[in-house]
């Protein structure tokens, strides 16, 4: 058996494998615009604190829960940085409980934002990333500047499930791709199509 270990093509098929099962998950991206800064970070390199981080972070990325913006804003808050905005369009009670079959957590979710008092800028468009500062329209269209070391986006999340899909071919009779790796979504997505799986196997 192998456990946190990286298997080459040829190790898999010495396997000879009935089936190979595809769960990596996604990566995060930044825009094109924003590669060439320094100080952007995606979340999962904030989190996992891959790149370094000052004090003074603005997390951009809230229009979609799915892809974390919230949580992210809450964790790195709750490890002591100083989230001084949440930048992206309106998040408030009314649009939490439209949300389908979700509106407990995500109100859970609301609620740290809220207790934990960061500041949230609804409907904002950004405009620019400076070393130690974050620019953006807000809702009334004025131009708003923030002291900030990084600005953490949370945005798309981009799929290998494609390109190992055709490197695995032939490997294995049948390849199935779960979760994130087939298309990224939420988390319960992800848990689902693995319960679905498990359970269909013999």
């Not at 825009?31 to 979340?43: E, G, I, M, Y």
């Not at 981009?158 to 009779?173: C, H, Q, R, S, Y």
């Amino acid at each position: 058996m192998y456990l946190n270990k990286e298997l080459t093509e040829e190790q898999i098929t010495s396997l000879k494998p009935d089936v190979i099962v595809l769960a990596t998950g996604s990566e995060a991206t930044v825009p094109v615009s924003l590669k060439d800064k320094s100080n952007v970070l995606t979340q999962d390199e904030a989190l996992l604190k891959s790149k370094p981080l000052g004090k003074d972070l603005v997390v951009w990325g809230l229009d979609t829960y799915w892809r974390g913006g919230a949580e992210t804003a809450i964790t790195l808050h709750s490890r002591g940085y100083n989230v001084k905005a949440l930048v992206g369009p309106e998040l408030g009670i009314a649009q939490i409980l439209r949300l389908k079959g979700d509106a407990g957590r995500s109100y859970g979710i609301f609620k740290q934002i809220t207790d934990r008092k960061i500041p949230v800028y609804t409907e904002a468009k950004l405009l620019e990333v400076n070393d130690n500062s974050v620019k953006f329209l807000d809702k009334n269209k004025k131009e708003v500047s923030i002291q900030a070391d990084n600005l953490i986006y949370c945005g798309a999340r981009i799929t290998n499930g494609k390109k190992l899909n055709e490197m695995f071919e032939g490997i294995a009779p049948e390849i199935v791709l779960i979760g994130d790796c087939k298309k990224p979504q939420d988390i319960e997505v992800a848990m689902k199509d693995a319960q679905t799986f498990a359970r269909s196997l013999p």
